[in-house]
């Protein structure tokens, strides 16, 4: 902005009205959102405050049953935990891809970017049964165990937690990789050659260089990856099977099976809070490194 | 008059709305709009039904397929102008329907097809067009001898392969209370269903989400055994799956699939033209073959193929080796089922 200053100074006359038209053209994004989703969301806060499933009157009943109840915060728990799990293997896996990704050359680089972006080009359906397809007791993977003879009995992996992190993992790592890549390729390569000029190792330029510059990438693919997971709920019902309870399941159970909208809604404003208040430590985390990084 | 462009903009918002949206065009048309269910059904319905509709009625109907929970929170949320005017329900929701009072009575005097049901089928606030049959669904390749009992999943050798789902879907709700009825239990007593669940453990190889979920487990071997649908395993085994169906001997569970008449439907002659297509002897006949083998309601039918072979000879055999459970007292008990169920049966 300072850069720009002397050359947008002829223009001030014309610059208020600029600034206005600005505003007016975020108007229809922002009467949509309005509309379609403060609107819901305010409603979805009105639900959650009757007392009743047949919603006759107000109260926090479904507050205290959800907050007060032992089982229902370990789901909540559980919940947050996979999406811990999830980000934490998404960025192990995706960090050494986005680096390959950044260094690869011209071709290559863009025969990397097509196997990244595939995933997303397919549904998530359609990546989620691949999943079973590998993971079954018949699957890829234990038929190859099998084969090899590294095991006498098919293993369990799908219906289980590890599968359902690992199958979380490749189904959001677009996720992960995207803000990845956009962080490494905006730092300056002559940095990485005069940290190797004034005698410092690759790992230690990678240590002290390279990731303190793409902290904003990393924690901006966490936040992405982290929502996406807690609330995948075909992967989550699909891998993680029908007695495995995640918060999306729990809400989907009560709103759709049982037409109890205001625990639902409850169940749906508690998940969001939640949400909301890792995303805003992971935003001060980010923020905290960013002046780290500047210093 | 002059062209403004806010006019014109809102009308260049409209056109791209009503092209974004074509329900909302053709919502003003007002033909006939069914809501049946997805996959199988809606096929069936309209390679079958449809057809003779359109000769008896000379109007037109739009299948929009959805699942029952949203008929139900579609139809609430419009009563005075329902977007729906044939509803389908499994039993859960029917009753749940007609408590909110969403669905007219059936005109049963004019109807020329009411009387020929089973008894069964004979619901006066909505009739029951087929039965949704649920027994034992098996891998012929790894269950060499076809099972004849629901207490055959308890066996040893079934070890870890045994499927079911969990008490979101009919299905799941249904083969609790039946276990339960086993044991001594009853709809308003499952205590002794879930003591069964728990003796099953070992033998779980899989809780499914739901029983689209759980039929995808025998394409994948991941279970040899368990509680089916038999509409959904006909669609399986059409794909070359290796999946069979087998009548237990304490009888089937049969669902009623009940259809109604929309409270406040601008067109309720179509709408009663199409339940009484549904009802038909011509039309359950059809839809009784293969590939949708669906259990007819009509006594007229002569019950042959696949569903006399594996199911019942006849309308009164079908009916004494059925098992019609009381789904008002499981709506009433099935919250706390659930709650119970997420709390205990963890594999």
Known sequence: ?????????????????????????????????????????????LVSFYADPAMTRFGLDQYARFLLDPFSLRVLAATLWLGVEVTALTLLLGLPLALLLTWAPGRLRGLLTLIVLLPLLTSV?????????????????????????????PLKLLYTEGGLVLALAQVQMPLMVLPLVTALSRIDPNLADASAALGAGAWRTFLRVTLPLCLP?????????????????????????????????????????LNNWPFAAAIAIVFLVAVLACVTLLNLVGRLSRGRARA | MTLHRRSLLAGALTLGAAQAFPGLSRAQARKLVFATFTGSWEEAHRAVLV??????SGGDVILDPMLSVDQIAKVQAARANPPIDVMLHDPGPALTAIAQDLVEPYPVAQSAHYGDLIADAQEPMGPAP???????????????????????LWKPEFKGRVGITNLNSTLGTGFLVEIARMHGGSETDVEPGFKALEALKPNLAAVAANPGALAALYQQEQVDIGPGNFNAIQILKARGVPVEFAA???????????????KNTPVKELAFKLIEAALSPEVQAKLMQ??????????????????????????DELNRKSVFQDWA???????????????????
């Open chain 1, 1 to 45: 902005m300072a850069a720009a200053g002397p050359v947008a100074a002829p223009l001030r006359p014309g610059r208020a009205w600029t600034a206005a038209y600005d505003i007016r053209l975020a108007l229809p994004l922002g009467g949509f959102f309005l509309v379609f989703f403060l609107a819901p969301l305010a409603l979805l806060v």
């Open chain 1, 125 to 153: 359906v359609v990546r989620t049964f691949a999943w079973i397809v590998i993971l079954g007791r018949q699957g890829i993977v234990n038929a190859a165990l099998l084969g090899l003879g590294l095991t006498d009995t």
């Open chain 1, 217 to 257: 990438g990393i924690v901006a693919g966490c936040l992405l990856t982290f929502a996406a997971a807690i609330t995948a709920f075909i992967t989550q019902s699909l891998i993680g099977g029908g007695q495995m309870l995640f918060m999306p399941m729990y809400l989907y159970q009560q709103a759709s099976s």
């Open chain 2, 51 to 56: 057809p003779p509709f359109r000769k008896s």
């Open chain 2, 130 to 152: 087929f039965f949704q049959i649920v027994g034992l669904t098996y891998n012929p390749e790894k269950v060499k001898t076809p099972p004849t009992s629901w207490a055959d």
């Open chain 2, 248 to 262: 237990p001997k304490e009888g089937i569970i049969a669902f009623k699939t009940t259809i109604h008449i929309v």
């Open chain 2, 290 to 315: 293969s590939p949708y083998l669906i259990v007819p309601t009509n006594r007229k039918v002569a019950i042959e193929g696949e569903v006399a072979k594996v199911l019942a000879k006849d309308a």
């Open chain 2, 329 to 347: 007292a499981i709506n009433r008990g099935r919250p706390a089922w659930i709650e119970r169920f997420n709390r205990e049966i963890r594999v």
